[in-house]
Structures are given as C-alpha cells and as structure tokens.
C-alpha cells in the first residue's frame, strides 16, 4: 500500500481541546480533525474527501501565553485575556491513506500553496520538511524477538491498540455533519501512547523507513 | 510565480514582554526547554503592535478605525484598501446572532524568543525620590531583567496582500500592484528598523543577522533552525542548520538560490564561514532589504 508522508515542524502550537475555556489546554498532538482540516485546505475541499490519517510526532516542552481571547455569550460578544497552553518545537509525522488521485492533488496542492500553511489555529505557522510516498507493510509480531518498541509519541485507536500498551484516554474530533446549524462531531477514542512503550502482542503497521502507523479509520 | 517571503531574524535587547506582577516582582514571559533552561519571549502580539505603531508614525499608516459595541473591534467600514493595517494583520469583525467576519493575517510572526538562558537577572527599584519629599516609606520593586539575542520567522503570502472578499457579496477588493509592493516594501522597512518601547527603556529591534527570501512555496524555511554558539564569551551563527536547510529541497526546488543572509559586523565571529555557505549573498543589512525589496517589486511586476 502506498500512502503520502509529511514531516511537519512547528514552533508553537495549540491544539485546544474542545471543552478547554478558562485556560486554552492543547492536546499533545494535533487532533484528528485539525490535520483533516489542513489537508482540505490544501485541496480546497469545498465537502468532505474521504481519507484516512495516521498522527505522530513529539514535543519539546510546553509553556504559557497569557492573551486576550474572544467570547460570544448570549447577548454581546466580550474579551478577556487567558492562558493559552502552548507546545514548544513539535515535530509531526503525518501518514495519509487516499484514492491515488487524492493524494497526488494533496501533493499538487502543496507545491501551489498561496499561504503559508498553519495547523491548529490560523497563527501556529508549519515548517514543511518533507512531502513523500511511502510504502506501507503489516509486520507480523511473531517474527520479531523482542517486540516493537514505539519511538515516537502517536496516537492509538482503541480497538487498534495493542494488548499490552498503555497509554493517556483521548475522544479527538474526526469530521462533522451540521445538524440545525451546529457542528455535531464523530469522535474517536485513542489512546496517546508515548515513547518507550512495547509492543509485543499485535500485528502493527509501518512504513518503508521504520515509521509506525496507526490509521484513525479501518482499511 | 513567486507567492512566499520569509525572513528569520536575530536581534539583541533586554526584557521585552512582562506578564504581570507576583508580590512586587514585574515578571517577563517565560518558556522552558528540555535542557532545563528558562528562556523569555516577546510575543507575537507585542511584535505586531511594534511593527503597526512604527506603520503609524513612519509611513503614515492608517490605523483601522475602532468601535466599542460589546467588545473593542474594527468597524465594519475597517476594508483593506482604507488600512494597511488590517490588510496586513487581518481581523474579526464579530456581532451577535450572526458568524463574524474575518481576514487571515497575510503576515504572519512567531514569538520573539531568547536564544540565551534566563538566569533570574533582577533590577531593583524604588520611588525613594518621591517618597523622601513626604517622608513616606518608598516602594521597592523587582523587575526581572533579561539582555539577550532573540529569534523570530516573519512569512508574509505575497498572493494575499491587497485581496479581499467583500462583506456580504462575491465581489472582491483588488488594489493595484503598485500599492501591494509599496505595503510589502514598508513592512520589511520596519523590520530594519523595528523598536519597542517598554518601562521607559526603548528596545532596538533591528535585525543583526537576517536570512530569507523569496520563494515559490511559501514555507518558514528558517523557523527553528538559526541559533547561537558560545565559545570563549564570543558568540557564533550555527551553521550547520543553515547549511542543512540551504541543501534542503522541496520537490525539486532549491532553496539556496532563492535565499540571501544579511549581518551587522563585529557582533559574530563566523562571518568568514557564513560567507562561504552562500558565496555573494551575503550581504549588509542594509544591502539585504535593497535586494529582498526588488525581489518583492519583481514578483508584482512594478
């Protein structure tokens, strides 16, 4: 299987959580439906284009920003500064799985962007390193001594995650469908597993390059 | 066509964005890394103020007009060719009951932060003066001090400037290319100049090494990637990451050629090996803006 692969940096970033509203907490990697979101921009997606995504990367620390935010109550639309999470030197490895012709357009798009990219909000500039295709092959767990020990922070969906992995409870938007004029989410449960665990049970995906792969829907 | 400027930048001042106060101590802004250091940064916001105010009082910007209805915002009669400064920096025109109206920033800036640690510096203050004249007791204060070289990406999405959808319609707002590199040209010449002021001290901002360009696929090539060598209390640009990112390509597209470096000698001693990473582009700062400034003409054909 081939699928497209992109080495993301970004300086700072905050990918806020949903419920997060007297202080901006981030997710420690961009949700699904950010990435989504910055792959439908690139394609100028006016619907939805079906397309599975992987997400992994890391962090170096993480620090605060106090800044004024705006709010829409009931009556009037007010300001107040708050504390915004922010990560701090994040480097992202997104796999994506398409129709051969999407990912090439996702490719097309990029060499023909007319803005510098964001993901998460529209200041939390990328960096992008690399943009290529990468063969994707299933390693079966029985041939390997030692297990698969996960070097990268990455996102697990649960029914994915392999017996003996631990890792932190997330629900991460995927897509929406608007329903009376409000956004209604389908989410997905993963776990954030971070670096160090093993794997030692399942069978797991990789690519040519020794990078995992866990893919938020299934093949 | 070329569609992306970005420029990274190192700069040399003393504390440049507080937070607020714990007790009596004026505290700046902070981050830490997984070295264990604490380093302090001037946000993106205050930056943006900076360059607007310069935009102001140097080039006779006008400022977008400003409403309270709720909140403090732009008035809806705030339109790109009335303000440089919302062509360049955007804004959300919000009301209630209906989705607010919205311009991305076509420029875009990253946190000014320090490239040297924070080392718990303070200055200690008192009104003793005043408080001598009514024989009261003064008030001390601390205020966290930091004097270090900072680092910031400036990208600006040459596609961008000087376009603008029209509230409710399909109609768009095009100014010509003239005024489109005129903007740009000005922004970059605040840059040069940049300041800050800041509990009466003002804090120079201008460039000491700079490196960028213009490119075909608007990406902050440099974000990340310029930093500080200490050795023997002298201070050396690291090259190896500019040199990587020089060889770098993106689909086939070199960035090297399209990139110029411009420094202020006598601050860093490498200058002889930045010199030879990027034969002939290496260039005054002064030098630098003249070139990057023709680019940016060239690519809108004025």
């Keep these: 299987m081939r699928v497209l692969k992109l080495k993301l940096f970004q300086e700072t970033a905050c990918y806020k959580k949903p419920f997060a509203f007297k202080t901006w907490e981030t997710h420690p990697l961009p949700p699904y439906s950010t990435v989504i979101g910055m792959l439908h921009s690139i394609l100028n997606a006016e619907e939805y284009i079906s397309m599975s995504i992987s997400v992994q990367g890391n962090y170096e620390s993480k620090f605060t920003n106090f800044q004024s935010i705006y709010f829409y109550k009931p009556k009037e639309i007010t300001k107040m500064p708050l504390n915004i999470h922010l990560l701090y030197n994040v480097n992202l490895i997104i796999h994506v799985r398409a129709e051969n012709e999407i990912l090439e357009e996702i490719v097309f798009g990029i060499k023909n962007l007319n803005e510098h990219l964001s993901l998460g909000r529209k200041e939390d500039l990328v960096r992008i390193d690399e943009v290529k295709f990468v063969e994707v092959k299933e390693i079966d767990i029985d041939e390997l001594d030692d297990g698969r020990k996960i070097e990268c922070p990455i996102y697990i969906p649960i029914e994915q995650l392999p017996e003996d992995v631990w890792g932190i409870s997330y629900r991460l938007n995927w897509k929406y469908k608007v329903i009376n004029g409000l956004r209604q989410w389908e989410k997905i449960n993963v776990k954030y597993v971070e670096s160090g665990e093993i794997i030692s049970y399942d069978n797991f995906l990789q690519d040519e390059e020794g990078d995992l792969i866990y893919f938020n829907t299934p093949l | ?302």
């Excluded at chain 2, 003002?202 to 360009?213: A, T, W």
């Excluded at chain 2, 310029?226 to 597209?253: H, P, W």
């Design chain 2, 1 to 302: 066509m070329k569609r992306g400027l970005t420029v990274t930048i190192i700069f040399q001042a003393n504390s440049l964005n507080y937070v607020g106060k714990i007790g009596n101590i004026i505290e700046i802004k902070k981050l830490s890394r997984n070295n264990g250091n604490t380093y302090t940064f001037a946000s993106r916001q205050c930056l943006r103020y900076d360059i607007v105010r310069l935009g102001n009082e140097l080039f006779n910007w006008k400022l977008g007009t400003v409403c309270k209805n709720g909140t403090i915002q732009f008035t809806k009669d705030t339109t790109i060719d009335k303000s440089e400064e919302v062509d360049l920096f955007g804004y959300m025109i919000t009301e209630s009951k209906s989705s607010a109206i919205t311009r991305p920033a076509t420029v875009r800036l990253s946190h000014a932060i320090s490239i040297e640690p924070y080392r718990s510096d303070m200055e200690f203050l008192t009104s003793k003066g005043l408080a001598d004249r009514i024989g009261e007791h003064p008030d001390p204060v601390n205020i966290e001090q930091h004097q270090s070289f900072y680092t910031y990406t400036v990208t600006i999405d040459l596609e961008k400037i000087g376009v603008d959808k029209k509230t409710n319609s399909d109609e768009y707002i095009v100014l010509d290319n003239k005024e489109r590199a005129k903007r740009v040209n000005q922004l970059l010449t605040i840059l040069k100049v940049l300041n800050r002021n800041i509990r009466g001290r003002q804090e120079n901002l201008s460039p000491l090494f700079i490196i960028g360009g213009v490119y075909d696929i608007p990406n902050p090539f440099f974000q990340g990637r310029v930093d500080l060598l200490t050795k023997g209390g002298k201070y050396y640009i690291n090259t190896d990451s500019i040199k990587d990112t020089l060889e770098l390509t993106l689909f086939d597209k070199s960035i090297k050629e399209n990139t110029y470096i411009g420094l202020v000698s006598g601050i860093f001693e490498n200058k002889g090996e930045i010199e030879k990473i990027l034969p002939d582009r290496v260039l005054s700062i002064e030098e630098f803006f003249k070139v990057l400034q023709n680019e940016v003409k060239r690519v809108y054909g004025v």
